[in-house]
């Protein structure tokens, strides 16, 4: 009898740590779906990787930085998907638009294979290069649907520290296509003619306007190195023959003229 027993209580508790070990099954109904909500990707970020493209693939997918895609300057132009678009890549840093913080979160993020440049020596981008850039740009608004003022350069959300994509990049081009925001330039000629007739608005009004159109600026009335910086990287963006950091008629016509 006791020779019995041993064996049927070895097979009661093995039944009994079997059935505690198995956790709850979680079912979750996802057959009603909210018509309250949208993608939670509200930025495009473009920038310039300033290396070739075997650096770039290693940089962006093995050190503490990334992207969610990368352009090569190949011929034709391969497209690299490095992080899902529903992972956030590590790409804008310490950066701001619109009043917004901490970019990465909310964006996708686009490298593109361009050596950059300093000064008047900047690196081309190929046409195919940028006709492969807008297919993606098209594909990832049309997802996402995500507005034009919001497809914005590295420099734009951190004109600080940043300057790509450069002055070389094709802004008037993805403009034309629907993909960026653009100065309305019958305007910008009127209000430009009506500056150099009357005088400059003053740095409280620049750094106001500056601030409505996105760009993080300091309030502070005078022409600081930070301001300064600030319209460097929009005339970069909008005026990029001239990008000197001061703010001329010119320049602040096409500021005045943005929609």
């Known amino acids: 009898m006791r020779g019995l027993m041993v064996p049927a209580l070895v097979t009661l508790l093995t039944a009994c740590a079997t059935h505690v070990s198995q956790p709850p099954k979680l079912e979750i109904d996802r057959s009603i779906q909210a018509l309250s909500q949208n993608s939670r990707v509200e930025y495009i970020v473009l920038h310039y990787t300033s290396a070739s493209t075997e650096r ?17 300057d190949d011929t034709p132009p391969k497209i ?3 992080v899902d678009e529903s992972r956030r890549a590590w790409h804008a840093g310490v950066s701001q638009w619109y009043g917004s913080a901490g ?33 993606l740009l098209k ?32 802004w008037k081009r993805l403009a034309d296509e629907g993909l960026a925001r653009w100065f309305d330039e019958a305007k910008a ?25 996105g760009y993080s600026v300091p309030q502070t009335g005078e022409l600081d190195k930070a301001t300064r910086n600030v319209i460097r990287a929009f005339q970069m963006r909008y005026r990029p023959r001239l990008y000197d950091g001061q703010p001329d008629a010119e320049t602040l016509a096409i500021l005045k003229s943005l929609p």
Do not use: C, M
Not at 110 to 130: D, H, L, M, R
Not at 144 to 161: E, F, L, M, T
């Open 80 to 82: 690299y998907q490095l």
């Open 189 to 213: 000629a009127q209000y430009q003619a009506e500056f150099k007739r009357k005088g400059l608005p003053d740095i409280r009004w620049i750094q106001s306007t500056l601030e409505r159109a």
């Open 56 to 72: 770039s693939l290693e940089l962006l997918s093995r050190r503490n930085v990334s992207s969610h895609y990368l352009i090569t």
């Open 139 to 170: 594909d990832i608004v049309q997802r996402h649907q995500i507005k034009r003022h919001n497809i914005v350069g590295h420099s734009d959300i951190a004109p600080q520290r940043k300057v790509d994509p450069g002055p070389l990049f094709p």
């Open 103 to 135: 970019i990465n979160s909310a964006s996708i993020g686009i490298e593109i294979v361009n050596f950059g440049g300093s000064g008047t020596s900047w690196s081309p981008y190929p046409e195919a290069q940028i006709d492969a850039l807008i297919l």
